[in-house]
């Protein structure tokens, strides 16, 4: 099998024909676990109406239309709903959130606007759609990740207002193994772990919604897969969400023993509570990333040791005004009380992280002045949004002293999109007035390559691996053209991540990561080779991560840490780790 990972546009992927494995294809590994089973693939697409921007529909019927398409609208709203309050977590999130698109105003305007020009109501649903896609991808970054979701809804909606079948994935008979170009959120999320044994999609990245809610269900799943189109339904694969293989006619036994083998590795995941540990004794805290109360409840009550990534602009992104301190203390302390009476660990010493307000640019706040800026991914985000209003950032730190008095905590503060030792050295000064311990994020490559520098200004660093990834790659994170190079076995980005966690060393300061790449277990093997102090990563992940390090020792994720940064691409640094920690 080859070790070159091919680009999700590629014609076909890296495969051999004969063996036990029988033909292979390669992609980008996102939730570990091995399913085997006949392939499945999502229904069609409705067909979609001829847009010929000419007048079809009389003057005194176009209000009619107006009311098809909101009946349609409220339809498709009602079904999303309903899936979404038997969903939970980011599942239910992601299927409220594209209900929410259908009822959306601008989104009935545009409509509207069509309409009473003499478009049809399902022509005018496309044209409005091109229209909203057009100017999410404009933006970029969150708002460019709402074109799937846009898609999603436009087949829904055209589906409804033509009478043809609703689109999505069909519940399968029997078990099975779902293959597909791309998967819509609200298809993801309304997906059977039970009937679904794995999952595979020629497009998506590692940040993906369908690899975000395939890690939440459980279900293996490898994205960016080269050459899926041609495995067909009925075909039986199996799917290796761990090496990102996906094996295209196997021998039945071969397959069945590599299932029964990941099963037991399941088991030990289950069975593992903790503290983070590699099988020699070297201590690597296993944190969650949370972003409010009940997710800090719920992580809490997995084998975590604590919180490594508070996102805390939830309380800010929806709001009309700036939330007073008083009410960010509440939220915060919810988060802080949840492992208020867990023991300090060996890489962070806290329990709970928070990061400050990561808004601006693609996330604009409704209270704040925002530029016009031609490149929001580069623009005034994080950090930055202190320089011109740093009011925000200090009523926010006052917040986090206030929840940790409440709470008698004792939390640390780190700031994202850092890029110099001087915005280090202010940030900190702005914490320790306040009683607290500072620390930055590491996403910009500058901050990478001059972490010896900030660590001489702040007492930790934490290293978001997703934005490392795309400024290190000079690759949108949330395309799905470029979701291979946003692999985050990426051997360059690694060499910036050994570059950290070494300064990290030489000042005897903890580097703790925190994006996609903490919720690997293999590659969390190689992070603590490294010399990463903590993993933090989705709650569903942590016992995953955990496990992995208790079942190897500290000199072997040293060796394939080496391995790891000398490979030429992914493919092959996952090959050379998982050579030395798997066999």
């Given amino acids: 099998m080859s070790s070159v990972a091919t680009p999700p546009s590629a014609s076909a992927g890296p495969s051999v024909s004969t063996g036990p494995e029988g033909r292979s294809l390669l992609g980008i590994p996102v939730v570990p676990g091995v ?257 409010d109360g009940a997710g800090a409840r719920r992580a809490a009550a997995t084998g975590a040791q604590g919180v490594g990534l508070f996102r805390t602009e939830l309380c800010f992104l929806d709001a009309d005004s700036e939330p007073s301190v008083e009410e960010q203390a509440r939220v915060y302390g919810e988060v802080l009380a949840a492992f208020a009476d867990r023991p300090a660990g060996a890489g962070t010493g806290s329990k709970v992280v928070l990061r400050t307000l990561d808004a601006g640019s693609d996330k604009p706040l409704r209270f704040a002045t925002a530029p016009d800026e031609e490149n929001p991914a580069l623009g005034v985000r994080g950090l930055r949004i202190a320089w011109k209003q740093p009011g925000i950032l200090d009523r926010q730190l006052d917040a986090v002293a206030l929840a940790a008095e409440q709470t008698g905590t004792s939390p640390w503060v780190m700031a994202p999109m850092v890029a110099t030792a001087a915005e280090a050295r202010d940030f900190a000064a702005r914490v320790r007035s306040r009683g607290l311990t500072a620390g930055v994020m590491v996403e910009v490559p500058a901050a990478a390559l001059h972490a010896e520098r900030i660590l001489r200004e702040v007492d930790f660093l934490s290293i978001g691996t997703n934005d490392l990834a795309q400024y290190t790659l000079a690759a949108d994170r949330l395309s799905a053209d470029l979701a291979h190079l946003n692999d985050p076995w990426q051997p360059a980005l690694l060499q910036l991540v050994a570059l950290t966690a070494a300064a990290g060393v030489a000042a005897v300061k903890p580097v703790g990561v925190c994006g996609e790449a903490a919720a690997d277990p293999l590659l969390g093997a190689v992070l603590a080779g490294m010399g990463i102090t903590s993993l933090s990563c989705a709650a569903s992940a942590v016992s995953a991560v955990g496990a992995r390090l208790a079942q190897v020792e500290l000199a072997a994720c040293q060796e394939a840490a080496r391995a790891a940064v000398a490979a030429d691409d992914p493919a092959a640094a996952r090959a050379a780790a998982r050579e030395v920690l798997l066999g």
Avoid: Y
């Avoid at 109501?121 to 708002?143: N, P, Y």
């Avoid at 590795?265 to 983070?276: C, D, K, M, S």
């Fill in 35 to 291: 399913g085997a089973g006949p392939v499945v693939r999502p229904a069609e697409r409705p067909r979609m109406p001829e847009v010929t921007g000419e007048p079809s529909v009389p003057e005194d019927a176009r209000a009619g239309e107006v009311e098809r398409f909101q009946a349609a609208a409220g339809v498709v709203a009602e079904r999303l709903e309903g899936r979404s309050a038997r969903a939970t977590g980011a599942a239910a999130e992601v299927l409220e959130a594209t209900a929410g698109l259908a009822r959306d105003r601008g989104l009935l305007a545009a409509v509207a606007k069509r309409v009473k020009a003499g478009a049809s109501a399902e022509v005018a649903v496309v044209g409005a759609a091109e229209q909203f896609s057009a100017m999410f991808t404009q933006l970029g970054g969150v708002m460019a990740e709402r074109v799937t979701d846009l898609a999603d809804l436009r087949d829904r909606l055209v589906a409804e207002l033509t009478g043809q079948e609703e689109p999505g994935v069909p519940v399968p008979a029997d078990p099975s193994v779902l293959l597909a170009d791309d998967l819509a959120p609200a298809d993801t999320a309304g997906l059977q772990p039970e009937l679904v044994l794995a999952i595979a999609t020629t497009r998506g990245g590692p940040t993906s919604h369908t690899a975000i809610i395939a890690r939440q269900l459980g279900i293996p799943c490898v994205v960016a897969v080269g050459g899926l189109d041609d495995v067909a339904t009925g075909q039986f694969v199996l799917v290796d969400g761990t090496s990102g293989e996906v094996a295209v006619e196997p021998d039945r036994a071969h397959a069945q023993a590599r299932v029964e083998a990941s099963q037991r590795e399941a088991a030990a995941v289950a069975a593992w509570t903790g503290p983070g540990a590699t099988a020699d004794g070297h201590a690597v805290d296993v944190l969650a990333n949370v972003q």
